[in-house]
């Protein structure tokens, strides 16, 4: 049975200025009739300046919470049983208890629940959840092993970049003034990966030669991301739930695009190597020029979804390294090591990958294939004995020297630029601008501000 209230509790006196949230508090127990939480605040909100109650009107009935909204916020925030019990210090046998609405959680627990899950409390009361909840709709892929603790890191890293990039477009709708992206969904691989590989360049005003005399692999992907950025493109690094600790490998996800002529939203996970994020920054590109997005690095199920993505690997590959080039390696006639040491200095050189060369080698047939399996292996035992992650060592190369400008390099300059102009013109709240930046509020100023590299200048 759920809590039974007296009228007098659920009736909020005309001067009462208290949050809706602790009104939602005093409502445990209880379910609204509407579909989603918006219409409850909503009408909640009128409740109170008509100085009556959701009750009174007869559209709050007394019941248990629907379990199955339990169960969709705790998957929502990507959280085990175990480990959201143990969040809310309260038995898993009892979590499960309440999920299968056995039980019916306590105001105390429902508040914890909303504080764990990240939800207001009003969520729980809607009735039913959402439908699975709306699938993304620019995966390139589905997300095979679904249920893995990897996956679900990975839909909330991609619902929170959606949730920020509607807010990017609700303050764009207030500007008169704002530009459209007019190349999105303007090329068909028809035309070869040439084609598009030149369109790029030339939207750009960048070839390969260019990002080769850069001083740095730093210096090239800062270069390209700029002139991506002047274009009106938002580049994010991302790759970590800071909420949750949750750190989000490669080979899960390399690199994700949300299509919209207005704001397109480049995200790359910044816990692959730095000539990764230049490869996955021109791929994405190739994205948008196509007018499809998704998810690179998921297994895809769909043949013409995994024609799209290698096509658009082909693309990046022909734009960073041209097959002209290949034939200056001359690797006929050298041992295993020698080639891959070419291998090795070429693309320190060119700024690029090695396994992206290997791969360039591959496809041109430079080397009989045995030979090339061997060179391969080769590369990959070098990988592994001299790979050591640190995205620290990454963002020094970038001239960041303090946590906050970790911030601003994952955030990108193009994003923080409009951020602040928004919050100029009134097109964003500080909330809602906090929101974009994923911070919190009082570091808005902060976080705005030069970056450390700019101030000692």
């Known amino acids: 049975m759920g809590t039974q209230l007296s009228l007098m509790e659920l009736t909020p006196k005309p001067q009462d200025t208290g949050s809706l949230l602790t009104l939602a508090t005093h409502l445990t127990g209880a379910w609204a009739q509407p579909q989603t939480v918006s219409q409850v605040e909503e009408q909640t909100c009128q409740a109170l300046i008509r100085g009556t109650s959701l009750r009174d009107e007869g559209m709050i009935k007394i019941n248990k919470i629907n379990p199955r909204v339990m169960v969709w916020a705790r998957e929502m925030a990507a959280l085990s049983c175990d480990k959201a019990a143990q969040t809310m210090g309260i038995r898993p046998t009892y979590l499960a208890a309440i999920e299968r609405g056995d039980m019916n959680p306590s105001r105390d627990q429902l508040a914890r629940m909303a504080r764990s899950y990240e939800r207001p409390i009003l969520a729980f009361y809607i009735q039913e959840p959402p439908s699975s909840d709306e699938p993304l709709q620019d995966f390139r892929a589905k997300v095979s092993a679904r249920n893995t603790e990897q996956c679900q890191d990975l839909e ?34 028809d035309a ?10 030339n939207q750009l005003g960048l070839t390969h030669q260019d990002i080769r005399k850069a001083q740095s692999m730093a210096q090239a992907f800062n270069m390209v991301r700029q002139r991506v950025e002047r274009l009106g493109i938002h580049v994010m690094l991302s790759g970590h739930i800071a909420r949750y600790h949750a750190i989000l490998a490669a080979r899960i996800y390399r690199s994700f695009s949300i299509i919209d002529s207005d704001s397109p939203l480049i995200s790359i996970n910044e816990n692959g190597e730095m000539a990764d994020w230049l490869f996955a920054l021109i791929h994405e590109l190739a994205h948008l020029w196509l007018g499809a997005s998704g998810v690179a690095r998921l297994s895809l199920d769909d043949p013409t979804e995994q024609l799209l993505d290698n096509y658009c690997d082909d693309v990046a590959s022909e734009f960073l390294l041209p097959r002209s080039d290949l034939q200056n390696l001359e690797l006929q006639g050298h041992t295993t090591l020698a080639q891959r040491d070419r291998i090795l200095t070429a693309a320190a050189t060119w ?32 990988w592994r004995t001299h790979h050591r992650q640190n995205n620290w060592v990454a963002y020094e190369s970038l001239a960041a020297k303090t946590e906050s400008d970790i911030d601003r390099l994952r955030l990108g300059q193009g994003l923080l630029n409009f951020t602040k102009n928004a919050l100029l013109k009134r097109q964003l709240t500080p909330i809602q601008a906090a929101q974009v930046l994923a911070t919190k509020p009082r570091n808005l100023s902060h976080l705005l501000s030069s970056p450390s590299w700019e101030a000692q200048r």
Request: charged residues 25%; proline residues 3%; contains cysteine.
């Open 351 to 382: 700024h690029i990958s090695p396994k992206l060369l290997a791969y360039r080698i591959e496809q041109a047939g430079l080397i009989p294939i045995e030979e090339w399996r061997h060179l391969d292996h080769c590369l990959d035992e070098w």
């Open 192 to 201: 070869g990966e040439s084609a598009l590989c030149s369109l790029i360049e």
């Open 156 to 189: 909330v890293l991609l619902r929170d970049l959606q949730e920020r990039h509607n807010l990017i477009g609700a303050a764009l709708q207030k500007d008169q003034g704002r530009l459209h992206v007019d190349f999105v969904g303007t090329a068909c691989m």
